[in-house]
């Protein structure tokens, strides 16, 4: 138990659905992060949260859409997603930053499937 | 892209110590050497990390050398919970959020 929880565990939707997946920690941390892990490549970090601000945006496309409303939970909103978006997408925390001397605490991660 | 640089894959005997090399030739002063390890269907967890001088915690201990352009992991006797990959990974200094995963070494443990 790492105290980053993240719901749901699998999830399978359509190209045309739309669905969000959440985070929540209880650690008391300042910071969260959405990284995404597809299938024989590294980890790639989508969104970055600070005190409730997005202070990083990777590039990511318009269909995913991140929302922090208070710094113990983080949602990831999903929506007309391609099958190549299928992937694990995971959940982390440190306790402030930036900082790159930080601890990531990650949650279990949703395994994404897009059909 | 990722900065370091770890062999694709190792193994291990059950009960032996391991050392997981890392090469990080373009570190930084300020550029931290974190450790992570992730297990089948779970997140990456923290092991250890490092600036300078070698650490040690109850997981492992981080060996990194004088010019801290390569580090060692160390796991001084591995057990089956141990079959993890392995991610070495160089901060991007001071600012910057960026912990920049690569594709890590897979470690099989033998009975």
């Known amino acids: 138990e790492t105290g980053v929880t993240q719901t749901p565990r699998h999830l399978v939707m359509g190209m045309t659905n739309k669905k969000s997946l959440k985070c929540e920690q209880h650690?008391?941390?300042?910071?969260m992060y959405w990284y995404k892990q597809s299938a024989k490549k590294p980890l790639e970090l989508m969104f970055v949260y600070s005190l409730e601000e997005r202070v990083e945006n990777n590039s990511v496309p318009s269909r995913f859409s991140p929302e922090c409303p208070n710094s113990s939970h983080l949602f990831l909103h999903l929506h007309t997603l391609q099958p190549e978006d299928s992937a694990l997408y995971l959940c982390?925390?440190?306790?402030?930053?930036?900082?790159?001397?930080?601890?990531?605490?990650f949650g279990s991660g949703t395994q994404l499937s897009v059909l | 892209d990722a900065k370091t640089t770890q062999p694709n894959s190792m193994e291990s005997n059950e009960e032996e110590p391991v050392h997981l090399p890392c090469n990080h030739s373009?570190?930084?002063?300020?550029?931290?050497i974190h450790w992570y390890r992730q297990l089948p269907s779970q997140g990456p967890e923290y092991v250890i990390h490092g600036l300078t001088s070698n650490v040690n915690n109850r997981m492992a201990s981080l060996a990194i050398a004088e010019d801290r352009k390569s580090s060692t992991l160390i796991l001084h006797r591995a057990t089956l919970r141990d079959a993890a990959v392995y991610y070495c990974?160089?901060?991007?200094?001071?600012?910057?959020?960026?912990?920049?995963f690569g594709k890590g070494t897979k470690l099989s443990v033998i009975p």
């Open positions: 990974i160089q901060g991007s200094g001071a600012g910057s959020y960026q912990l920049t």
């Open positions: 982390a925390s440190s306790q402030d930053g930036p900082s790159t001397n930080e601890k990531l605490f």
């Open positions: 373009t570190i930084s002063g300020t550029d931290y």
């Open positions: 650690l008391g941390h300042n910071a």
